[in-house]
Nanobody
């Protein structure tokens, strides 16, 4: 059974920083991987993804503040979140599209509040 395991969520003040981690099987790390989020009552949306070649796609709302990266040696993808905003409170999910299937982690809660 494929497992994507997120960690690093929690409570952070507006304007603060947080780094999320996603541990994944090695074959996933070499391919495209992404971070999505879903706020209460809202649809899940793409935050940022990293492609196999290293290029990235991101939501306009996080441009210049969030950064996705991966460490192949640790089989981990990260999402560095800076200058976070209260409206970014959500469950953040790690995603790995692979062989026409989408694999998801269990999600990690991020709450941005003073």
């Amino acid at each position: 059974q494929v497992q994507l395991v997120e960690s690093g969520g929690g409570l952070v003040q507006p304007g603060g920083s947080l780094r999320l981690s996603c541990a994944a099987p090695p074959i996933f790390i070499l391919n495209a991987m992404g971070w999505y989020r879903q706020a209460l009552g809202e649809q899940r949306e793409l935050v940022e993804r990293i492609l196999s070649g290293g290029s990235t796609n991101y939501a306009d709302s996080v441009k210049g503040r969030f950064t996705i990266s991966r460490d192949n040696a640790k089989n981990t993808v990260y999402l560095q979140m800076d200058s976070v905003k209260p409206e970014e409170t959500a469950v953040y999910y790690c995603n790995a599209p692979f062989q026409n299937l989408d694999y998801w982690g269990q999600g990690t809660q991020v709450t941005v509040s003073a």
